[in-house]
């Protein structure tokens, strides 16, 4: 029997018996999520640096009698046809942000749209290399890193000369936002038990709606976007020195590259951690992948390391000739899709809510953590039991919406409970189906391939936030689009979720190494037959 066929339930066996969260699984379960709430706060504190403020035209050459006193938003100057050339804001809720600091106003409007649209652009093939560069140097190396990049990147964007360095800056923050966030949760993955691993990382994506909340006391403190840029920047780059100290490499991650001896370590460290001493947890490998690693440290080519090479090589021919495989690489992309499009698009559409800007974030902080929480307490269902209803139950609240919309627009609290729960369907299914897909796919590639199926996803957000402003792009007497967008996003949430129905369900199952195992799994049964039910209800 080879390294890898006796190591890969070796492995696993081990994790299973040490994995169950304790001292070691709860201090990288800290560490992972403050490092989710430092992060998000360059996503969730647009609302705030990139707020529009009420503005008039400012007086310069022209006479005074035309000169507008109060802010009514308008691009020309009263009872003439000639355009403002410079402005006044508001300062009433904010002192300063992106836009009025480029008079991102009138002709310049759409800068602020094409930012966040490149934004996602950007991630699309970005998203891909960072998940190649985890499983080539890493997960501890990256989620270092990336969090000290994040903060560099946006102490230099705080400094943004003018609207094109700003875009720029805000591009390449979204490659380190994406690697730190699939690093630090796959870490977290593979030193937890199945068992206990989905309850982590649902756990760990609640620092989300946590950094939604928190955005708004800082916001309301730093009204200054220059001031607020900052104070999200700075401790991204402290996180990211702390992380390398804090964190250890992956030991399923050291498997898989063959250093066999520095994930023993690791599994010590986590056994002695947890006060697991009677548990044996000595790596089982033959006489000759010892004698092969040997052979590499000491800089001779082994076999060892001649076939992984191959392996990486023929990858995507291994993937090909399981078109299984494919199709459940195809269920999460088409998932990703849908679930992405219909998240920005009600975000960016019809999320906005009407009032205060520091309680409507608050609220919109509590509808995610609503979300995630909704996730925590359903997983015992599973996977495929969970996502599956919520993408049928979600798509069915945004079409009932639209109909609402044609056939009883006066009955606004039925239209926005409709949209609402669509929306909350929407946030849990894109949780259920991240952990779901690092369960599906092997370690050797897991964020690669996860990556690889979220492009798809980066490309839902990009067409989502498009679909947002459409009705003040397209004007149609034909079609109602107000109409037509819930319609679009629930009709592919309900296809997604049928198309789901045809993945196996990975819980309470160990994760597999390689693309032999994971294909192994689907050839055995579509559904995968439950282990023991064990408690989880505690962590």
Known sequence: MSASEDGEGNINDILREIGVPGRYQLYVFFWTFVTGVVSAWQTVAIPFTQADMPFRCKEGNISETLFESEFNNTCFYSNLSLECQQFEYDTSIFSKTVVSQFDLVCSRVSYTTISNIAYMVVAIPFGVVSGWLSDRFGRRSLSAGSMVSIGLIGLVMAFSVNIEMYIALRCLMSIPTIAVYDSTNSFLSEITSPVKRPHLLIGS???????????????????????????????????????????????????????????????????????????????????????????????????????????????????????????????????????????????????????????????????????????????????????????????????????????????????????????????????????????????????????????????????????????????????????????????LMLIAGLAAIYAPETKNKPLPVTIEEAVRVLKRNPVVQAEPEVELTKL
Not at 312 to 319: D, E, G, P, R, Y
Not at 392 to 412: D, E, F, K, N, R
Request: hydrophobic fraction near 45%.
């Open 205 to 491: 994506v609640i620092s989300w709606s946590v950094s939604i909340c928190l955005a708004s006391p800082l916001a309301y403190w730093l009204t200054n976007w220059f001031h607020l840029q900052i104070a999200i920047s700075l401790p991204s780059v402290v996180i990211g020195v702390i992380l390398w100290w804090a964190y250890d490499e992956s030991p399923h991650w050291l498997f898989g590259k063959k250093r066999y001896k520095e994930a023993q370590l690791v599994l010590d460290k986590i056994a002695r951690w947890n006060k697991l001493t009677d548990v044996n947890i000595t790596l089982s490998i033959d006489n000759s992948s010892i004698t092969d690693q040997k052979a590499k440290q000491s800089g001779e080519k082994s076999l060892e390391t001649k076939e992984g090479k191959k392996e990486k090589t023929n990858a995507c021919v291994t993937i090909c000739r399981h078109p299984k495989f494919i199709v459940i690489f195809l269920i999460c992309s088409f998932g990703w899709f849908a679930c992405n499009l219909g998240y920005y698009g009600l975000l960016f559409g019809i999320g906005d809510l009407v009032g205060d800007i520091y309680v409507n974030n608050l609220v919109a902080g509590g509808v995610e953590f609503v979300s995630y929480t909704m996730c925590f307490l359903i997983l015992r269902g599973g996977r495929k039991k969970v996502y599956v209803p919520l993408l049928l139950i979600g798509g069915s609240s945004l079409v009932s919406s639209a109909i609402a919309q044609l056939y009883a627009p006066g009955v606004v609290w039925l239209i926005v409970t409709l949209t609402m729960s669509g929306r909350l369907c929407i946030s849990a299914a894109w949780q259920i189906l991240y952990v779901w897909c690092l369960e599906l796919f092997p370690t050797h590639y897991r964020l690669t391939m996860l990556q690889a199926s979220l492009t798809f996803g980066h490309i839902g957000s990009a067409i989502g936030t498009l679909m947002a402003d459409l009705s003040k792009l397209v004007m149609s007497s034909t079609i109602d689009i107000d109409i037509a967008v819930p319609i679009v996003y629930g009709s």
